[in-house]
């Protein structure tokens, strides 16, 4: 048992889909999240600024006494996790080893990966795959404005999906029926991509599989907690206008935003 | 006469496209540009937060020992420059006055005008050319995301195509000749949107119209400066990673930057 909350940080808004999930999974678990949105997008950052980043997030939510931290960015997760598992004593989960675990289990010839452009140019997800599975096919492709026109509030706009038009084109082309949506802020256009696609695609959704793989986690540790009343906090380095309406949007809830930094 | 700097703010990199404009009419005097990509978008933001913003980029500005202001924003135009002009004695220039002048002397039946939405929504354009030119059909197109693509270094991207030609289209269909580029980050854009109408229109860059009459107010005033060598020194509130190869696009020069606040 360990009644302390778990942590969770994300560049800005898209960590919330990680945190919905959780929510879902855990009910009688406690939640600090932190999106930091003052250094708001991490995908053109160099690693070395990511890493900076991280760390002044972990250290932010051990100040808050959380049991665990989960990366829920697939940007920080692939630039930093390997140095901060290092750092901290902390446990540490990134999204991308839950996801490619939960793939493992599908038996796939070949799959898609969409990310931000520092993680598809880390190779992260394709190495992580390819560790399990060898012999699959990893059809990658960049979408650099994706997470920022999300954080916009305008994913749901005209320019989103002809954007999303755009990214999809690899895909739609060859009928890839698995992607790995490998920014947290992705499952946002969910409907607008199957939409483009047309055709039955299943959508991996990493706050689903880390939400499982934590579950996993905390019962193995021995270290659930026991709340009766499920509470979370929401704090953002940066306060932006848009913010508040993605997070109820995503969240469905009236939420108070607390800024630090 | 008057040695000092000419001091210049924007959000980012977008007032960029002002200074070059400033540069090549103004040979002699020198300028300290400050791009605020901290508080970057000024688009999405409240009117109130856009006043802070500039008035930190005043103060720095002034600090600096600058003998004019010059707001190379069209948001930060809209929605603080009266508001400053009261609070400060030094000089301060927006790009709306400038430019809406210019057209005056075009004599135009009709005009568009692009611009993030804030200042859309102020009404701030078409508010200062029906001043003028009270029988002027004003036709506004607000184009949120240009700006933020534009600072991601991704104007020229597909991505950047498919978002102009959604924001073309009401200027498409009635073949509007001229068309106000209301944000300073437009003229980056100035060849694919000509490519996009496909006809032959005039794009009012407030880069040059700012230009003149910002020589026009100097000599007014009998403050030029007679440097030998022009100098400038640009100012960042936040580093971010695409900024210097943009500002070398817009400048053609090799920069040396400088973070500060």
Excluded at 141 to 152: F, H
């Amino acid at each position: 048992m360990d009644s302390r909350a778990i942590g969770i940080f994300d560049s800005g808004c898209g960590g919330l889909t990680v945190l919905t999930k959780l929510k879902q999974i855990l009910p009688n678990e406690n939640f600090v999240y932190l999106g930091d949105t003052l250094n708001f997008p991490y995908g053109s950052k160099t690693k070395e600024e990511i890493i900076q980043c991280s760390i002044k997030n972990v250290e932010f939510l051990i100040s808050q006494n959380v049991k665990i931290i989960i990366i829920a960015c697939g940007t920080a997760t692939s630039q930093s996790l390997d140095i901060l598992k290092e750092k901290y004593d902390i446990p540490i989960i990134g999204i991308i080893e839950p996801t490619v675990s939960y793939i493992k289990e599908l038996d796939l010839k070949e799959i898609g990966v969409i990310a931000t452009e520092g993680t598809i140019r880390s190779g992260a997800w394709e190495k992580e795959i390819k560790k399990l599975m060898p012999n699959i096919e990893v059809i990658n492709k960049a979408c650099p404005m994706l997470a920022t026109i999300a954080e916009e509030g305008k994913a749901k706009s005209k320019e989103g999906r002809c954007v999303i038009k755009e990214y999809m084109k690899p895909f739609k082309e060859r009928r890839v029926k698995n992607i790995i949506l490998g920014c947290t802020h992705y499952p946002i256009y969910e409907e607008i991509i199957k939409e483009e696609l047309g055709y039955d695609v299943n959508l991996i959704n990493t706050g689903e599989t880390t939400a499982i793989f934590t579950k996993n986690f905390l019962h193995s540790e021995n270290i659930t907690a026991n709340h009766q009343k499920q509470r979370e906090k929401i704090y953002l380095s940066k306060n932006t206008k848009e913010f508040k309406n993605i997070a109820q949007n995503i969240l469905g809830e009236n939420l108070a935003l607390f800024v630090t930094l």
